[in-house]
């Protein structure tokens, strides 16, 4: 049988190799070193199954690279985040969302020419099919709003499906920009939906953040004021949680779309892994812990309860599987918070007293030490979604706003990755071998 022969690496090969003996056979496999611009050397193991018969074992992929990819780059030792080379606490004090979506999906920030081009292009797809508001009338009104996402964004092929050619870059481009324009209104008519409020169409004369915040907001019955401070922070929201490399909902957008599948549909699968409380569900949880610890004075008792290997509970905000320093972002949303609150005359904000002595305590228990667990991005974020007027079981749905053009960047990028192939890991069978059948008259 042929061999699949592996397309080398394009870039990375480094001239450096590490070689593997097995310690019984004595038989040794060299394999190439592949180098980045940034970060960790990689071990290219794609010949690794062809030349000795063996897989690696990696569950939970701590320490596997999934693709190359030159989008964003996280190091976690020194709590650093780049999207496109661009440190993240620039872009939230310098830029806006719009202008990093420009930036995340064509990998420089845009002329003024090309960033008026690009908000025109997002404001003129932000509404939707008027049929798309019958799809909200089959949930129950106290739906989980993640779950409205995953069903309406997924649906959203059924109104495109002439043209979600994923390999024709016209489409994909289309296909985008339609994603980054409606996930707003299809995440604001959500809300309005679980309140029974009329749905408020976009309005084009506003910014995506301000539009957002109308959608959300306003009533047909009087005019809706928007605070400028509210959007610039909902906007610096957007930002911070745009992109993050290979975490988990981007790899199942990722492993959705290896083997064709259309963007609205790895999309909605992407929602569907982001609601989980370990990952994008962590800010709707971190609100939850903080109004049941209640009091600072409670707060050693559940720093004892995470300590506990017994209790299953984990300090929400708390902890990355990248960062083993301060995540960037919390910084970045620490000082939001405090701008936020001051703003809304809520300096005095209990929950946010309360995180900000959570965040004391912890840093300074030496089980939170040992583990190198600090605030993520999660940590913040809830406290100035709910100052806001956010309810707390659209925090999510916000992550999700924000993380559709990272998914939407990713996937575009692996579809034009002339290397990329259909993901399909392997395993480390631990089952029954092969045994004969019985027919049920002979059984025990
Ligand atoms: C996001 O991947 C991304 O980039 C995600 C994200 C993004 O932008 O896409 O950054 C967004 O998902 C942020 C994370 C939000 N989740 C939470 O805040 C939930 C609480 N955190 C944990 O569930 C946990 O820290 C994870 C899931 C975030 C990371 O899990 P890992 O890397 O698998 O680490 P682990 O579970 O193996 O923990 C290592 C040790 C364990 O103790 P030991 O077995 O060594 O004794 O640390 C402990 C864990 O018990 N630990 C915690 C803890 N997090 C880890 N103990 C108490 N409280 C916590 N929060």
Same mark, same amino acid.
């Given at each position: 049988m042929s061999k699949t022969t592996v397309a080398q690496a394009t870039k990375g090969a480094s001239g450096e190799s590490i070689t593997i003996t097995? !310690?019984? *056979?004595?038989e040794s496999t060299t394999l190439p070193l592949l180098e980045g611009s940034m970060g960790p050397k990689v071990v290219d193991i794609r010949t690794l199954h062809e030349k000795t018969g063996y897989f690696t074992y990696d569950p939970g992929f701590?320490? *596997?690279?999934s693709c190359e990819s030159d989008i964003t780059f996280i190091d976690g030792d020194n709590g650093v985040l780049l999207y496109r080379g661009y440190p993240i606490e620039e872009l939230a004090e310098n830029s806006d969302f719009l202008e990093v979506a420009y930036l995340l999906l064509n990998a420089e920030l845009p002329t003024a020419a090309e960033k008026r081009k690009f908000n025109d292009s997002i404001t003129t797809h932000t509404m939707v099919n008027e049929q798309l508001t019958y799809f909200y009338r089959g949930f129950r009104r106290d739906a989980h709003p993640m779950a409205v996402m995953v069903g309406v964004v997924g649906a959203l092929s059924a109104f495109y499906h002439d043209e979600v050619d994923i390999h024709d870059p016209r489409q994909r481009m289309v296909a985008s920009h339609r994603l980054i324009a409606k996930i707003p209104t299809i995440a604001a008519m959500a809300y309005k939906y679980s309140i029974g409020q009329p749905f408020i169409y976009p309005r084009n004369d506003l910014n995506y953040a301000e539009n957002f915040l109308h959608m959300m907001f306003a009533v047909p019955c009087e005019e809706f004021k928007i605070s400028r401070a509210q959007a610039r922070a909902i906007d610096r929201i957007f930002i911070l949680h745009a992109d993050h490399e290979q975490n988990a909902s981007t790899s199942t957008v990722r492993l959705a779309g290896?083997?064709?599948? !259309?963007p609205f549909a790895c999309i909605a699968a992407g929602i569907a892994s982001l609601w989980g409380p370990a990952h994008g569900g962590a800010n709707e949880a971190v609100l939850k812990m903080l109004m049941e610890i209640g009091s600072v004075d409670r707060i050693p008792e559940f720093v004892a309860r995470a300590r506990?290997?017994?209790?299953?509970?984990r300090l929400m905000g708390f902890g990355h599987?990248?960062?083993?320093?301060?995540d960037p972002r919390a910084k970045v949303l620490r000082g939001s918070c405090h701008e936020v609150l001051d703003d809304l005359d809520m300096e005095n904000d209990p929950l946010f007293k309360i995180a900000m002595e959570l965040e004391r305590i912890a840093l300074s228990d030496d089980y939170f030490i040992e583990r190198k667990l600090y605030p993520n991005v999660d940590f913040y974020s809830g406290i100035i979604l709910q100052a806001l007027?956010?309810? *707390?079981?659209l925090f999510t749905v916000i992550f999700a706003v924000a993380r559709t053009v990272g998914w939407i960047a990713q996937l575009n990028e692996m579809t034009e990755d002339p290397n990329q192939r259909i993901g399909r890991p392997r395993q480390l069978y631990t089952g029954h071998k092969t045994r004969r059948y019985i027919p049920v008259g002979q059984r025990g």
């Open positions: 097995n !310690n019984r *056979t004595q701590i320490s *596997t690279a290896s083997s064709g599948a !259309n506990d290997k017994d209790d299953p509970f599987r990248v960062y083993k320093n301060y007027g956010f309810p *707390t079981h």
